[in-house]
């Protein structure tokens, strides 16, 4: 379906650019694979200028929501779950949620991805997840490597669960949540190791088809993950962001 025209009188022109062309993607007026017009071509349907046109489809390329298959041809594509989690994180931080927040949902999420993922788990799943769970082992005297090896694991198990509403929900909850890990690590030495006797737990029930114990076990580690903020004397209701560090920075590869 090609694109439709609209004339575009507003103050910054470029976001309505954008704007509109999403919205007729996420309507289905657009589908991925179909070829936009080019840009000379979409500045005479808005009546604006070729540069605005530029700057507006410049923020759907960062978003996912177009690709360029040549310089001059442009088309639709469905966001990466990354593309689409980044924007989320951006909005929880800039909302200051707290730690208490993020751990309620977090505690519901994560065992229903570890319950789905032994459900549904392939070998390559299980490889990938065995693979983490050895690196996390041999860098748990490595801090920022444990952090980012941990919020790898949990998206690696959501990406276990084959269930694609799931994994872009709590996404951006983990790289919030976890990325508080960083804070609580020098505080407290010991959870590096508290968190390989949970990972070989999860991955084991995740291997031997074991839902219930997949999720019980899930559950046991993020409760644990709030005791150790606990007993690290960090705060549940200040905004996670303030702690954040790096990983919400510049962003994270799932």
Do not use: C
Not at 42 to 66: D, Y
Not at 84 to 98: G, K, N, Y
Not at 152 to 178: D, M, T
Not at 214 to 223: G, L, P, V
């Amino acid at each position: 379906m090609a694109l439709q025209p609209k004339a575009l009188r507003v103050q910054h022109a470029y976001e309505q650019v954008s704007t509109e062309i999403e919205a007729q993607i996420l309507s289905g007026d657009l589908k991925p694979g179909d070829r936009l017009p080019s840009e000379t071509e979409m500045a005479t349907m808005f009546g604006i200028n070729r540069s605005t046109v530029r700057e507006g489809i410049r923020r759907l390329e960062s978003e996912g929501f177009v690709r360029r298959v040549s310089p001059r041809k442009m088309v639709v594509s469905i966001p990466r779950m990354a593309e689409l989690a980044s924007r989320q994180t951006r909005a929880l931080s800039m909302l200051d949620v707290t730690f208490e927040e993020l751990w309620q949902v977090s505690v519901a999420i994560e065992p229903l991805s570890a319950s789905l993922a032994a459900q549904n788990a392939d070998a390559d799943d299980i490889a990938r997840l065995e693979e983490n769970h050895a690196a996390l082992q041999a860098a748990q005297t490595d801090a920022p490597a444990t952090i980012e090896l941990d919020t790898r694991f949990h998206s690696l198990v959501a990406a276990a669960s084959k269930n694609r509403v799931l994994q872009l929900a709590r996404e951006p909850v983990g790289l919030l949540l976890y990325s508080g890990f960083e804070a609580l690590v020098p505080k407290l030495p010991q959870a590096a190791s508290r968190q390989i006797v949970a990972h070989a737990h999860v991955i084991e029930a995740i291997r031997a088809r074991d839902a219930m114990r997949a999720h019980e076990w899930m559950r046991r580690h993020i409760d644990d993950f709030k005791r150790g903020y606990i007993e690290a004397g960090l705060p549940l209701d200040a905004p996670i962001a303030d702690s954040a560090g790096p990983l919400l920075e510049t962003g994270h590869n799932a």
